[in-house]
């Protein structure tokens, strides 16, 4: 079933992109005019600090944090994460399939493989959804807990995220690289 998924890379990819694209747009055209051009807490690669957190949520008011929190964390961030899971699921399987060694695998273990390379990060960003989600819907009750956790796992879901991709970026190059030796091998014997 998994394995299925490498047929479907170039579509998934297709409509990942899409939903980042409206997601980025909503961000930098009408998120950040809520907040007085805060950047909101999601696209704070290295963390936020505490009163960091609380000036964006402060900007917003609640008006702006109902706003997000319906058109941000209750819609595109629903089904981006698994979107953008099921993308780079299907990524590692298709980069994979040019290497030896990786198609020589079981599907099961293939599949595990990509599950195992992706499903921290989706984990992780579903996990700092929630608590954003849950600061924005309740601004007075979180605390400096909530908001330590929620740039922690800002930063690990950023980091997890690299993972798959340079896990497919590497298979990527080590097939492009296998298929030029397989090449300058042809045409030595050509010759």
């Known amino acids: 079933m998994v394995l299925r998924l490498r047929r479907h890379a170039a579509a998934l990819g297709v409509v990942t992109a899409a939903v980042f694209a409206a997601m980025t747009m909503l961000e930098f055209f009408y998120f950040r ?8 807490l999601d696209l704070r690669f290295l963390g936020f600090s505490e009163s960091e957190a ?7 008011g609640r ?5 997000i929190l319906v058109w941000h964390y209750l819609t595109f961030d629903l ?3 698994a979107l953008l899971s099921l993308t780079l ?7 994979g399939e040019h290497l030896p060694r990786f198609a020589a695998l079981s599907e099961t273990m293939r599949s595990v493989t990509a599950l195992t390379l992706v499903l921290p990060y989706t984990i992780s960003d579903y996990a700092q959804n929630i608590v954003v989600a849950r600061i924005l819907s309740d601004p007075p009750s979180a605390g400096a807990k909530s908001m330590s956790l929620a740039s922690a796992l800002v930063v690990t879901k950023f980091a997890l995220l690299a993972v798959p991709v340079v896990v497919i970026a590497a298979f990527a190059l080590a097939a492009r ?3 030029s030796d397989s090449a300058d091998i042809g045409s030595h014997r050509a010759g």
């Open 63 to 67: 008006p702006g944090a109902e706003i």
């Open 33 to 40: 005019s809520l907040s007085g051009g805060l950047p909101s």
């Open 54 to 60: 609380f000036a964006w949520v402060a900007a917003l």
């Open 79 to 81: 089904v981006f994460p």
């Open 89 to 95: 699921v299907s990524l590692v399987l298709k980069s």
């Open 177 to 179: 690289r296998n298929r």
